[in-house]
């Protein structure tokens, strides 16, 4: 099985609609990040989280929400989805230590009409 | 603030060609620096990285120095493969905290 998974692999929604992005991991790691990719701009951080009490906003937090369940879960939110939040959604892990890899799951491809 | 530049792509080489994709990076301090892969369709991986000026990162025939006068982290091999077609992207993380901030990314295509 996959260290770190994302559900749903693939969503199409409408404008306004709430939308929830989750992702779990079994590698033991405290440390959780929400990444969007879009071409031509690689990735950008959104939110981050330290641990279950730690929740912090990155580059692009505007227009999203998380929610950190318990250490093996991050889970994503779009309140009210706009069309420019189109985009390829990553969620990483990383170890307390500062060896530095971050281990990322097979991303979400959300579409926004 | 932090930034990563890479060279745009698409790289376009034939099998057994050299391999060279510039990354420059902008930071205060000595931020460790990362050479992350992204192979169709997949999550991004750690392909190498160097965490100190002089260092060199390696990993399955790829290369890169880390060099603190040029505020470079170039990517190198000898002689790529059609499996090495994928997008690579240079990633620095400042000293001290955790996250990462990425360059655009560049993606390599190779044809038999």
């Known amino acids: 099985d996959a260290d770190v998974t994302q559900t749903p692999r693939n969503r199409i929604t409408k404008t306004g609609k709430r939308i929830m992005l989750e992702c779990s991991q079994t590698?033991?790691?405290?440390?959780m990040y929400w990444y969007r990719q879009d071409p031509g701009l690689g990735l950008r951080l959104i939110y981050y989280?330290?641990?279950?009490?730690?929740?912090n906003k990155g580059e692009i937090s505007d227009g999203y929400s998380v929610s950190r369940q318990a250490q093996a879960k991050f889970s994503l939110s779009l309140e009210s989805a706009i069309p420019n939040q189109t985009a390829l959604y990553f969620c990483?892990?990383?170890?307390?230590?500062?060896?530095?890899?971050?281990?990322f799951g097979p991303g979400t491809r959300l579409t926004v009409l | 603030g932090d930034s990563v530049t890479q060279m745009e792509g698409p790289v376009t080489l034939s099998e057994e060609a050299f391999l060279t994709i510039n990354c420059t990076y902008t930071?205060?301090?000595?931020?460790?620096l990362f050479w992350y892969v992204q192979y169709p369709g997949e999550g991004l991986q750690l392909l190498l990285k160097?965490?100190?000026?002089?260092d060199k990162g390696s990993n399955k025939g790829f290369e890169a120095t880390y060099r603190k006068e040029t505020t470079s982290f170039h990517l190198e091999k000898g002689s790529v493969q059609v499996s090495d077609s994928a997008v690579y992207f240079c990633a620095l993380r400042h000293s001290g905290y955790s996250t990462l901030t990425f360059g655009k990314g560049t993606m390599l295509l190779v044809s038999p």
């Open positions: 160097a965490t100190k000026a002089d």
């Open positions: 990483a892990t990383s170890d307390q230590g500062y060896t530095d890899t971050q281990y």
């Open positions: 590698k033991g790691h405290d440390r």
């Open positions: 930071a205060t301090g000595y931020p460790s």
């Open positions: 989280s330290f641990d279950v009490k730690d929740i």
